[in-house]
């Protein structure tokens, strides 16, 4: 049994960010997270990238991202922590999945292999699924020791909540408590 104030945490949460390298599940776990709680899910990816791969220009993303967090609810799944801190100041839960490094890169190339030329759900037309190059390679063998202490940095700082989770078991365990708390009401 989860300690009251936990459940009370879930019950009440309506902006849910889902943290983590690539490859850890974020999408995954943000999708099940948004169908339990009955919230609409936002993919960082996807509203990121424009077609052929093309970043937006920094202005016009901080634009965007100001404007997708005055939603009064969602899960919000990536990165990005430049947006880090406007984000952090309407989610009321934030969760990093700290998946251990060899499985985040196995993730990654399944996830290449098995869809490679199509484009995922959660990416925009446009940009199809391709194999990691060395500088996304990079991006996730650094992750923990560059990526990952800024985030924590910037959880800390924050009055949010913050649940680690560090395996995918424990990622499935937390979905299951939410889901147990949502199905008592």
Known sequence: MMP???EALWRNARRWLVLGSSGSGKTTLAK???ATCDLPVIHMDSEFWHPGWVQPEKAAWASRVRGLVEADEWVMDGNYSSTLPVRLERADVAILLDIPVRLCLW????RSLSGLGQVRPDLPEGCP???PDREFLHYILSYKRRSRPKVLRLVGESDVPLIRLRSRREA???LSRVESTVARG
């Open 107 to 110: 993730s990654v190339y399944r």
């Open 32 to 34: 099940r997270l948004a």
């Open 129 to 131: 699924e391709q194999l």
């Open 4 to 6: 009251a104030t936990e």
């Open 172 to 174: 499935d365990a937390f």
